[in-house]
């Protein structure tokens, strides 16, 4: 009987452990909730019409055409047995000889039930697309809304969150804006009506990054007509209203939360290995859960200490780990040692709009458009599929040129929210 | 004041409409329920995971951005108020001075309540995500099915109607399963489980095509494994099962309704002007509501008899009578008199899939690899903005050469149908 290898995840790490594996002789079997491999890093972009889905998604059966070794199973993991190993499924419990944990990260709400509730999430391919379907109704809405206090309110969208998803979403919603919508909807006052607030509960934004590059990310963005508020802390949430920890209330029906991630709650929930705060699983040096040797955990779901931190919950930390793991399973097959991961820094990068971004490698700075120019070559190289590289160049390109939007069409009904 | 023109439908007609009176001295309020135009013809392609929904939708402002006295209302219209000279809505009554009615169709189930509950309609852009997230859907679940009776029926596929809409869909479902599906599903087989039929009513598919052609099209469906079954008429249909009149039972789980449409059902509700069996209005040689000389109808919603029979429900029909409604309420507004319309033939055509179509345009007749370019450039031609038809023209050339579908993409919770 050959090994059977499952892996929980077809995110980043999933996919290239998967890959890896492949041409071992092992059996393996990938779970993910999507069929799709979802391009994370561009969810925004997708939020803000700019990226149709099928640009960011990638059929996960499409990687595995070849390898017949590789069954994909459609399923929501619920539990995990690690005395038993198994990996507990609404349709059946899948056996293992080894386990890769790369299932990811969901929206933290910090328990906050109202912010669940009243918040539009930036994780999963259809929050994404709520998120896009609701600013386009809440402009359709407010040009034939009469009483200007109800108007101001549908047209003032808050990001949460002063990390990059927030920061790119604020960009990218301005540009949406000012440039494609502001054209088309000829009653509205774009310069009383509408605003774009950015909350940050530290005391700058991007605070991984050097001062500089956040200075300027605050100059782009007020450049841009985001009104950035740091040192804010949200405090309460209504379908109306945000409401600040010192006090102040922002009117408004689109709070959109970028405020942290957690590990899929699956892992905690099993009770079955040490989680931290976040509900990421404690992994060795060697990425493995402690006393289940075949147990690994890579990725957002996992915490790995480096110089004394966790490792932040960025794609190369997901994409290195998922090598080093990938090894140590065959060298446990084979019974050779096994590797100690080290992460190697790749810097980071954001984009605060088109054409203009900041990016930081160790000592290396760049900024404007230069930094946009190699930002937008890494994500095109990254994406899944040549097909897709050329389209996405070629919509960045168009939309850089002509501030278009393509993808501004209102396809669900309007959800319950929007019954305000 | 101006003279207000209300336009209920920003479909080709309406569309075509409003360009042409915007450049006029009136004022316009164009209403949709959804706040794209939608290119009809090429939905199938979305149901098959061939297109994306951004290649197809065109956002219906971007058309007249530069046209300030064009208003869009994004609304369901009720009802129709003639007397009062009023569009009902649900947020307000819209006064006109002249009326176009532009509203298109809808799928007729000619009032069999089971068929509207337990079929796929193929008429919006809804109904095609939905079929999509369907069909991808009961591929994952038929790999995982251990009884092979549930599998097959999972497995089995019914275009109901044979007509352009079931032939392209029927075609097209062939290509994506036997081509990209068969690759990646390793533990199917194909040859045993999957059945792909298409039913028609009549003696024969395409009736509007000429006698060579529509046994062509016989011809490459059965090469791509189609089963045809003519004189079949649809009589009963559960969540697992179609029946017909003759007690064939097909066990399926997705039988997608092609077989007919209607007008859309508020003209017929508001008893307001008499219509067809088809709630279609019936207007007079000039597009006009008889005894309303202020209120026209076009496309797919108006009954105009031409040669002994009603004009078709197809794109040329509605666009060409645009053009005179159009010219029509300038003539009115300015007491001139009235032109009465006549339609051109522009010829039928339907592709059977990718390099094979069929059509005819008088005595003209071509089928094959040629028939099908024809077909691809007519459609690019028409498809709104220049960077859709690169990008589609892109993508039917990829497809002809890889195979590949990139938007095999379950975007939705499956919907309750797929609990069964």
Redo the contacts between chains.
């Keep these: 009987m050959r090994p059977h290898i499952v892996i929980v995840g077809a995110g980043f790490g999933g996919i290239k452990a998967a890959q890896r594996l492949a041409k071992e002789d092992v059996d393996i079997t990938l779970i993910d909730r ?3 491999h979802l391009f994370q890093p561009l969810l925004y972009q997708v939020s803000t019409s700019m990226l ?4 960011i ?3 996960t ?2 990687f ?2 070849k390898n ?1 070794n590789i ?4 399923a929501h993991v619920q539990k995990l047995d690690l005395v038993n190993k198994e990996v507990i499924t609404p ?2 419990k899948v056996k293992y000889d080894y386990l890769i944990l790369s299932a990811g990260s969901v929206t933290n709400y910090f328990g906050m039930e109202q912010f669940a509730l009243n918040t539009y999430g930036m994780k999963t ?2 929050e994404a ?1 709520h998120i896009r379907n609701h600013v ?2 809440m402009f ?1 809405r407010a040009e ?1 809304e009469t009483d200007p206090e109800i108007r101001k309110r549908m047209l003032t969208f808050v990001c949460v969150g002063g990390g990059p998803t927030g920061v790119e979403e604020a960009g990218a919603l301005s540009e949406l804006i000012y440039t494609a919508m502001k ?5 509205l006052d774009f310069e009383k009506d509408v605003s774009i607030i950015l909350i940050q509960a530290e005391a700058s934004l991007l605070p991984m990054m050097p001062p500089d590059l956040r200075e300027e990310t605050m100059r782009v963005l007020k450049k841009k007509r985001v009104k950035v508020m740091l040192n804010a802390i949200a405090a309460d949430c209504t379908r109306d209203k945000l409401t600040l920890k010192d006090g102040t209330e922002i009117p408004t029906n689109t709070v959109i939360w970028a405020a942290g991630v957690q590990a899929v709650p699956f892992i905690a929930k099993s009770n079955c290995c040490e989680v931290d705060r976040a509900g990421r699983a404690i992994v060795t040096k060697t990425l493995q859960i402690p006393n289940h040797p075949e147990v690994f955990a890579i990725g957002d779901c996992a915490h790995f200490e480096q110089d004394g931190r966790p490792l932040p919950t960025v794609a190369p930390v997901s994409t290195q780990g998922s090598i080093v793991c990938s090894e140590n399973i065959i060298a446990l097959i084979n019974n050779r040692p096994l590797k100690e991961f080290v992460y190697h820094d790749v810097g980071s990068m954001a984009t605060i709009g088109c054409g203009q971004a900041v990016m930081a490698w160790g000592k290396l700075k760049m900024k404007g458009f230069w930094a946009w120019y190699i930002w937008m070559t890494v994500h095109l190289l990254r994406l899944a ?1 040549t ?2 590289n ?2 996405v160049a ?2 960045w390109t ?1 939309n850089l040129l002509s501030g ?10 309007p959800d319950t929210r929007d019954d305000r």
């Design positions: 999507n069929n799709f149709s889905i099928e640009e998604a990638y059929p059966r499409a595995f055409r017949k069954d994909f199973m459609l349709y059946k391919l259809r697309i386009l109704h359709e034939r054209k088309e909807y000829h009653r599929g097909h897709t050329i389209t070629m919509k168009w278009t939007r393509l993808g501004r069409l209102i396809t669900n009904i």
